[in-house]
């Protein structure tokens, strides 16, 4: 447990929350500032920050529970989708620092839209591009 | 592979991609219609519709491969954060029916804005949260 995270302390109850499930490594609530009916978190019980410092031992489970939690959301609020999303670093949104996904309910029409598209030329994308192969191709 | 799919077409090379990164399962290409800069995409191989369907053993590999594609991703653009994200079905903003996590690169100051919150009664919530254990009680 990190001392001062607020997940650790919701994940232990030190916390109040609306908590909807918990497994052997993971907890999930419903998001005290939902952007849709519905809007629920899932975190690993052991501190880690984001996607790059999640353990490997528990993707399989992690994936195996945002299935089962989103099921039961898309049940519960009679949602016709949903997003999943983690926000990596403050620059991405995150508040948070201990890793989180989102899942969000979605109904049609219900005005969320995605973020608009920017225009890149095909040199600016091929430049891109073997920037991308070379950090790659260093793995 | 799902006979009208773009992405098994991009994946069995039918339909020309930026690619970046191919393992086992796994396929990453830059997106056509990129919302910042190295906007990526990983596809399963294999073909499902959204994480529902996903392959339970390949799920361990699908994060490891986000990790992967991330860091690159993160490297060559010079991000400080980055996204990750599934759209599953169209009202959750997914256009095409095949399984895909964007990987979005995100800087400090690009106007990127994460969704509104909305408001809800206590009663709203208590409500719902009701119906949530009621469907995972169900499981």
Redesign the interface.
């Known amino acids: 447990m990190s001392q001062d995270c607020i997940f650790c302390k919701i994940v232990k109850g030190e916390i109040p929350s609306?908590k909807?499930?918990e497994n052997k490594d993971f907890f999930a609530f419903?998001d005290i500032?939902?952007?849709?009916?519905?809007h629920?978190l899932i975190v690993p019980k052991v501190h880690c920050e984001n996607?790059?410092d999640?353990p490997?031992a528990e993707?399989?489970d992690?994936?195996?529970t945002?299935?089962?939690?989103?099921?039961?959301?898309v049940?519960?609020?009679g949602?016709?989708?949903?997003?999943?999303?983690?926000?990596?670093?403050?620059?991405?949104?995150?508040v948070v620092l201990h890793a989180h996904m989102h899942i969000?309910p979605?109904?049609?029409g219900?005005g969320?839209?995605?973020?608009?598209?920017?225009e890149?030329s095909k040199e600016?994308?091929d430049e891109?591009?073997r920037?991308?192969?070379?950090?790659?191709i260093k793995?």
Chains 1, 2 share one sequence.
Request: net charge positive; proline share 3%; aromatic share 10%.
């Open positions: 609306q909807i499930y419903l500032k939902p952007i849709n009916k519905g629920a996607i790059l999640f490997k993707e399989t992690f994936i195996e945002i299935k089962v939690v989103a099921k039961a959301l049940k519960a609020t949602a016709d989708g949903f997003n999943v999303g983690m926000n990596n670093g403050e620059a991405a949104g995150q969000i979605r109904f049609k219900d969320l839209h995605t973020w608009p598209h920017k890149f600016e994308m891109l591009h920037k991308v192969l070379n950090e790659l793995e």
